[in-house]
């Protein structure tokens, strides 16, 4: 069996309409994998950045999985949520990207994108807030229902993950 | 057993004079000669000018001071100064003690954190100017009691409650705002008064101070110097004399075997702990079968810009070239959500996010000449659908796949047909539609194309916008597993020849790849057919 280290941080997100946000991430693998050691779904703190857009979670990750196969190399999911003045949360965007499979230190952006319902809901959601949410974000990773959403364009979210592989270059695989 | 030898020694002018002579003498031929006794100084007596003392890990020695202080019971306030108490009555009735002008703090007396303190406002050894009073952070590290803290915890767990405090006592802060290990101090002091007036408080002079914390740091300031030089300690007040100052450490070294005990110890651990994973880990792997490349693509399509309308979204299929295959359920194309795009600097940027995941089989049927094989190609079509449900095709493009293993972002520019005139403007404005390509592999080239030059003359296109994409590629096949060894060497080669190594890479990799494939074939044909172990599941089909 190969091993893979996924070691980094959610460094921050940038360029949303309101900079009060946090985030819920996950990392979600094929059937091959198995996650020895580090947790693999997490929530970040709420940051609100004084000054400037990008608010900082610094969010560490720390991962060490085992596997069986190239089949279901592990993807990372994100959702980003902006909490009001209230105390309110509202979806901000989600964001899907691969973890990337050669060796080294990578600074990834990962871009996000929120549902859009009809007329009627956007102008609620200007007003009132809240908005659509995918009931289950998991569907998303098979990709084959993709097409049924219409989304708009949000922010982006910054990570740095730096990747370990051992023993792969013992099976033949090159990365 | 930790002990340390500590030697003061004052430094008097007959002192000096005696050593010196004592050097010269020795220094003659024949230097034995004369009587050392001669040329001690007379008149003082040794206990006086100089002691040196062997001294255990928080040994209490008390000073003359504290004896006199100790000896009366109203004096004591805590039960240690009880126990002092004792101590130095039973001393008094035995023979006394032992040193005279050394004598120590422990870690549980009340002065050692005072010492620190007071340390920092006399000594200026820092800077260069004598004038300087010592900083805010410095006071603070100062004046906190070294104390254990029970309440740290060392695996980094966090706590489930009360994860922040909003009302921290002065104590929480000074304790937390700087650090603080646990350590245990013992201070070893000087009495350097001179002769006679021993057993006050303003003569006693930091000599060593020795920390160490529970994890083995030991720390010994100023560090033993029995092979150098002695420290020189210039005392204050109206007779200014100056000390010399040794520290010799006498600690017996582990023993061997106890060495070697520990080792075997921390050796068990991690081979335990080694094992431990191992059993976790497992030792098989999916391999492709022999003289197959896998080729697997992690790869997401991430955003589309410079469009012109709104509400984007990607179509995109892949093409196996011939001698490439992929696995029946393997779908070889998708359609990403219809996005709307915000506006980013100058630019309209619409957000996929779409992960995709792609993988073949490229199986050469025959020796052939070509060493570069054909890498399958996705094509895509960025469209347009507006709240009227209108269509527009805004672009069309195509992906390479690399031939080269890692990450890699790719932005691809795209194109979209045009028919000149007004009408076809017109309609695409108002009605939608527009011309769209029948077969899509003519962005790159054309399935029907055959010949040498591809002219694309009367093809009328204009400029849209591009796709970025990350690709993440993985390739694995048996043959790697030897190839990296030929590779490694082949390169010295290459460069010592000036040739183009990542080009080299490539063909020795497919050389290799092709060598190692005739030898298992030579070999599987000589062998019976149940002893070649192949995947079940993979159905190689050759694409027609």
């Known amino acids: 069996m190969a091993e893979l280290h996924i070691i980094g941080h959610i460094v921050g997100a940038t360029g949303f309409p309101h900079s009060s946000l946090f985030c819920k991430w996950g990392v979600h693998t094929g059937g091959a994998w198995r996650l020895l050691a580090g947790l693999k779904e997490g929530q970040t703190q709420v940051d609100i950045p004084q000054t400037g857009d990008m608010a900082y979670w610094s969010h560490p990750i720390d991962l060490h999985y085992a596997t069986k196969g190239l089949h279901g190399w592990p993807k990372l999911h994100l959702q980003v949520w902006h909490q009001d003045y209230f105390g309110r949360c509202q979806l901000y965007g989600y964001g899907y990207c691969h973890v990337p499979s050669s060796p080294g230190h990578h600074r990834i952006d990962c871009v996000t994108w929120r549902p859009l319902g009809s007329w009627q809901e956007q102008l609620a959601q200007m007003f009132v807030g809240g908005g659509p949410q995918l009931r289950s974000p998991d569907l998303i990773y098979s990709g084959a229902d993709r097409y049924r959403l219409h989304t708009e364009a949000m922010g982006s979210v910054a990570l740095e993950l730096g990747i370990i592989m051992r023993h792969f270059d013992k099976y033949g695989v090159e990365s | ?544």
């Open chain 2, 1 to 544: 057993m930790t002990t340390c030898r500590v030697r003061v020694e004052r430094v008097t002018s007959t002192a000096a004079l005696s050593k010196h002579l004592q050097q010269q003498v020795l220094s003659q031929p024949g230097g034995g000669a004369i009587e050392l006794e001669t040329l001690t100084s007379r008149g003082q007596t040794e206990g006086d000018n100089e002691e040196e003392l062997e001294v255990g890990w928080q040994e209490k020695l008390f000073s003359q001071y504290e004896m006199e202080l100790f000896q009366n019971e109203s004096a004591c306030q805590t039960p240690l100064d009880r126990q002092y108490h004792t101590e130095v009555k039973a001393l008094n009735k035995a023979k006394g003690r032992r040193n005279k002008r050394i004598f120590t703090y422990t870690d549980h007396d009340r002065y050692t954190s005072c010492l620190a303190l007071q340390q920092l406002q006399t000594s200026s050894d820092l800077l260069s100017t004598t004038k300087s009073s010592p900083t805010f952070l410095a006071e603070r590290m100062a004046s906190v009691r070294h104390r254990r803290q029970d309440r740290r915890t060392m695996d980094g767990s966090v706590p489930k409650s009360k994860i922040v405090n909003w009302e921290p006592t002065a104590e929480f802060v000074k304790s937390s705002h700087v650090v603080n290990n646990a350590m245990q101090t013992m201070h070893i002091m000087g009495d350097l008064a001179p002769a006679g007036r021993m057993g006050q408080k303003e003569n006693e002079y930091l000599l060593v101070t020795i920390k160490t914390d529970g994890s083995g740091t030991v720390i010994v300031k100023p560090d033993f110097n029995d092979d150098k030089e002695p420290y020189r300690i210039v005392t204050a007040g109206d007779k200014r004399e100056v000390w010399r100052l040794t520290v010799k450490n006498m600690c017996t070294p582990m023993q061997p075997e106890e060495k070697e005990r520990e080792q075997n110890v921390y050796k068990d651990l991690y081979v335990r702990h080694k094992e431990y994973l191992n059993s976790l880990v497992g030792q098989d792997f999916e391999m492709p079968p022999v003289g197959i490349l896998r080729y697997m693509m992690n790869a997401e399509i991430v955003s589309a810009k410079g469009f012109e309308y709104d509400n984007l979204y990607i179509h995109f299929f892949m093409e196996l070239p011939n001698n490439w295959s992929s696995l029946p359920f393997q779908t070889l194309s998708g359609v990403t959500q219809t996005c709307r795009a915000k506006t980013l600097g100058k630019e309209n940027v619409a957000f996929f996010s779409y992960p995709f995941s792609f993988e073949a089989f490229y199986m050469s049927e025959k020796e052939s000449e070509e060493s570069i094989p054909q890498w399958p190609v996705i094509y895509f079509k960025v469209l347009s659908l507006d709240s009227w449900q209108r269509f527009r095709t805004e672009g069309y493009g195509y992906l390479l796949f690399p031939a080269v293993p890692g990450k890699q972002t790719i932005t691809c520019h795209t194109w979209r047909p045009l028919q000149t005139g007004t009408v076809s403007a017109l309609r695409r404005f108002f009605i939608g539609g527009s011309p769209e390509l029948e077969d899509h592999s003519y962005v790159r080239i054309p399935g029907t194309f055959k010949g040498e030059r591809l002219s694309r003359f009367g093809f009328c296109t204009e400029t849209t916008g591009s796709v970025t994409f990350n690709l993440h590629c993985i390739q694995q096949a048996r043959a790697f597993v030897d190839a990296t060894m030929l590779k490694k060497r082949r390169q010295n080669v290459f460069d010592q020849l000036g040739g183009f190594s990542q080009q080299g890479a490539v063909c020795t990799i497919l050389e290799a790849f092709q060598r190692a494939r005739k030898k298992m074939q030579d070999a599987r044909e000589s062998l019976p057919r149940d002893l070649v172990h192949t995947t079940s599941q993979l159905q190689v089909e050759s694409s027609a």
